[in-house]
């Protein structure tokens, strides 16, 4: 069982170029998210999912989109790498509302440099 | 809009000791759950424990054990026996009953642990 997985684990982008962020879990969890965790910082939520075709804007969702199309996937994309955006992102999922475990689980993260 | 605090930045604490993480908390829900994540030097967020609100009872997971104080809105969280790989940032998190089932995180406290 993999839990959440992340790729890439590290990457360097020059100011302008874009990536996707690539999240997937084998849990069948119907639940979503992304933070970016930035120096010195607790983690701040990006964009968040509640299930296939749905997703919402979090508390620092400027300079990124999402997608989800299935229950497995949830992508992170950035159009155009911006400094501000040198951050480690973290993707976690967690079960639907009422099921006892009822908790986050985080991918890896991936550490993202923008020069 | 919630937000945690955790005002130590970094502890340190013998191996075999006890230690003491404080978090505080600003809501104004009466039902929301607590957690207390670990972060290692791989990045990986681990779920340490978890508390409901409504819970008075203290959630203890072996060696770590929280004093929920609602009243006061404070969650510190105490590890028992400290052993070395238990030196990690540790963050303290808050999450509102149903919806999105979003975390806010504190920006997180630094556990040193020596031999």
């Known amino acids: 069982n993999a839990g959440v997985t992340q790729t890439p684990k590290f990457r360097i982008l020059k100011i302008g170029q874009s990536m996707t962020l690539q999240c997937t879990q084998d849990m069948n969890h119907n639940y979503m998210y992304w933070y970016r965790q930035d120096p010195g910082m607790g983690l701040k939520l990006i964009y968040y999912s509640v299930g296939a075709g749905i997703t919402d804007k979090g508390e620092v969702p400027n300079g990124y989109n999402v997608s989800r199309s299935t229950t497995e996937d949830f992508p992170l994309r950035l159009e155009l790498a911006a400094p501000s955006q040198t951050s480690v992102y973290f993707c976690?999922?967690?079960?639907?509302?009422?099921?006892?475990?009822?908790?986050?689980?985080f991918g890896p993260g991936t550490r993202l440099t923008v020069l | 809009a919630q937000t945690v605090t955790q005002s130590q930045p970094e502890m340190s604490v013998q191996e075999a000791e006890t230690v003491t993480l404080s978090c505080t908390y600003d809501t104004s829900e009466s039902d929301y759950y607590l957690f207390w994540y670990k972060q290692p030097p791989s990045r990986q967020m681990i779920l340490v424990i978890r508390?409901?609100?409504?819970?008075?009872q203290n959630a203890t997971e072996n060696r770590f054990s929280v004093n929920f104080q609602k009243a006061a809105k404070s969650f510190s969280l105490k590890i028992s026996d400290s052993q070395l790989g238990d030196a990690a940032m540790y963050f303290c998190a808050y999450r509102s009953q149903g919806g999105s089932e979003k975390l806010v995180f504190g920006k997180g406290m630094k556990l040193t642990v020596n031999p």
């Open positions: 976690a999922s967690s079960p639907t509302v009422g099921d006892p475990t009822d908790t986050q689980y």
């Open positions: 508390q409901e609100a409504y819970k008075q």
